[in-house]
């Protein structure tokens, strides 16, 4: 499974990684298991769309990851 990774939570990551999708797997648990901590994702997109985190997820999504917006 392709997952995107913006802004912040592109450090010391590639822009684009792989995660080995399984039955069942949800955003929490991708999240997780790139060590990224869950509160460091603000916005969840599948295929281009809001989604949700705990959602099971097909072998054939693309799932984009951004940190907070921040700014002043």
Do not use: C, H, Y
């Not at 450090?11 to 929490?28: N, Q, S």
């Not at 705990?54 to 921040?70: C, I, K, M, R, T």
Request: glycine content about 10%; aromatic content about 6%; overall charge negative.
């Amino acid at each position: 499974m392709e997952v995107k990774l913006f802004a912040t939570l592109r450090e010391g990551r590639d822009k684009v990684v792989r995660v080995d999708w399984f039955e069942g797997i949800t955003g929490d648990k991708i999240i997780e298991s790139l060590n990224i901590p869950l509160k460091s994702v603000a916005i969840f997109l599948v295929n281009g769309k809001n989604a949700d985190r705990n959602a099971a997820l097909l072998q054939s999504d693309e799932v984009s990851l951004f940190p907070p917006v921040g700014g002043g």
